[in-house]
């Protein structure tokens, strides 16, 4: 419920009596209530004998704090829900009451999670199409567009998952280095032209990890494979050779495997790294530009210009690379909808395979969170929510169609990331990771690892730190192995 009441009014705490607090312009008394459980009994349908449900009763309520201390009833809503709803309809009836008393409204409404799709996919598995988004518009309280985009984005999820095989895994592998620090980037980069030992090691490490995990022990197959960062491609060509030549060694893949590599930076992208990566079967491509405006790159610390991407992005055509996704941003600094939007037709001009679409996250610990205030720059903006809807229709529009989506903390205007592709290039990795449904093996610092035992997903984590990372790799090969027993 706190997540609800943050993306309000920014902080939460808890006071000296447990109660929650948070700072609002207007004095508020939020109550929510749970009341015993009640076991009603029921009609089986085409059946005489019935069943049970235990269903409870949840009320919430928001009062207006007048100056006398008087309280007057704004908003208050009683439902009688099964046990394991309560949670969720909380947060709901939260975000229900919080939005008549504050009139702010956010596109996902009552939604907080990373994954709103398995609110639809729930909703697709009692309803049709209509109907489900219908229940998501209705009784979540998604905008119109939100609740289709989300319908739309789980059945083509479901597709998609459905290729991967049973005993079949993720892999994950990571490099923390980039040529320069994004102002939004909370990830522990390290400057990868002034980390030329580090670099070394930390391959090493990593090549390590990769043999301890796959030592035959390892009984699946890797269904797809992303090498991501930081910037894989900020390695020198010898050393990236290696990172791919001897990590990839061990590992058993599936026939048909997905290979894709980030080269999120188009100044780390050359004839020299594209081969590297084309011999080792590298087919899908990232290069992100985020915006495609030479000031705006400036400002948020990417040294490389709008015609540094656009130069990559032939090259690596001309060598026959036909599954190109680009990444663009959505709310950067300095940036109003005609620029979000001018980028955006600048890379369809392009014509990548997929267009990824991100809303800016102020990420705790990023040289933006510094700079933002954040209640005022998380709070809904209805330009940039306009824009965002624009560029999806525009999307539409060449072909596009979006396949996976996931939200961030602290997006601007409560936003999400979504992935749009044509032409059967929807990234498989994508998916899976989101999915909890896939096991992903991770390699490098930071790197998480996750199994799925009954039906729940068992995560480890490397650390994040790089030198313990290389000097506790040993440990981190033992913790995986252990996790992997448990698939
Ligand atoms: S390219 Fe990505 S990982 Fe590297 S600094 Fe920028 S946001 Fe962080």
């Known amino acids: 419920m706190c997540d609800v009441a943050r993306a309000f009014f920014g902080d939460v705490n808890v006071n000296e009596t447990g109660l929650y607090e948070a700072p609002c312009d207007r004095p508020l008394h939020v109550i929510s209530e749970v009341t015993p459980p009640i076991v009603a009994a029921k009609a089986r349908k085409g059946s005489r004998r019935g069943f049970s449900e235990t269903t409870t009763h949840v009320n919430t309520s928001v009062f207006a704090v007048a100056k006398k201390g008087e309280h007057n009833l704004v908003k208050q809503i009683d439902e009688q829900v099964a046990l394991h709803d309560i949670r969720r309809v909380l947060k709901r009836q939260l975000y229900v009451v919080l939005s008549a008393a504050t009139d702010i409204s956010f596109p996902w409404g009552s939604l907080t999670g990373v994954r709103p799709t398995q609110i639809a996919l729930d909703a697709l598995q009692r309803m049709d199409e209509e109907k489900a988004t219908e229940e998501l518009e209705g009784y979540w309280r998604l905008t119109s567009q939100k609740a289709r985009l989300a319908v739309r984005t789980a059945l083509a999820e479901e597709k998609i998952l459905d290729k991967i095989h049973e005993h079949e895994s993720m892999l994950y ?53 992303y090498y991501g960062g930081g910037t894989p491609t900020s390695l020198p060509a010898d050393l990236f050779r290696r990172y791919l030549e001897e990590v990839l060694q061990h590992v058993p893949f599936a026939e048909n495997v997905e290979k894709t590599m980030e080269a999120g930076r188009p100044d780390t992208i050359d004839r020299e790294k594209l081969l590297i990566a084309k011999a080792f079967g590298f087919h899908k491509l990232c290069i992100n530009p985020q915006t495609m405006q030479d000031e705006t790159l400036r400002r948020i610390g990417r040294h490389h210009t709008v015609e540094q991407t656009i130069l990559a992005f032939h090259l690596a055509r001309s060598m026959g690379f036909m599954d190109i996704n680009m990444d663009l941003i959505a709310g950067l600094p300095g940036e109003d909808s005609d620029t ?110 996750k199994v799925i035992h009954e039906q729940k997903a068992l995560r480890v984590h490397n650390p994040k730190d790089i030198k313990l990372y290389v000097d506790r790799v040993e440990e981190q090969i033992l913790k995986k192995k252990t996790l992997l027993a448990n698939a």
């Open 173 to 225: 592998v990571g490099l923390p280095f980039c040529p320069s620090r994004c102002l939004y980037c909370s990830f522990i980069t390290q400057d990868a032209t002034r980390q030329k030992n580090a670099l070394e090691s930390y391959v090493n490490a990593v090549i390590r990890e990769s043999e301890g995990v796959f030592d035959g022990t390892f009984q699946g197959k890797i269904r797809a494979v």
């Open 340 to 449: 979000f939007l001018d980028s955006l037709e600048r890379v369809i001009a392009l014509g990548p395979e997929s267009i990824t679409l991100h809303a800016l996250a102020i990420k705790r610990g990023s040289f933006l969170d510094r700079m933002f205030d954040d209640r005022a720059t998380l709070l809904p903006d209805p330009a940039l929510i306009e824009a965002v809807e624009v560029a999806h229709e525009r999307l539409r529009q060449e072909g596009y169609r979006p396949y996976y989506l996931y939200r961030q903390k602290n997006c601007r205007s409560g936003l999400e990331n979504t992935g749009f592709t044509r032409g059967g290039h929807a990234s498989l990795y994508n998916v899976a990771m989101m999915s909890d449904r896939v096991p992903v093996i991770g390699l490098g610092s930071g790197a998480s690892s």
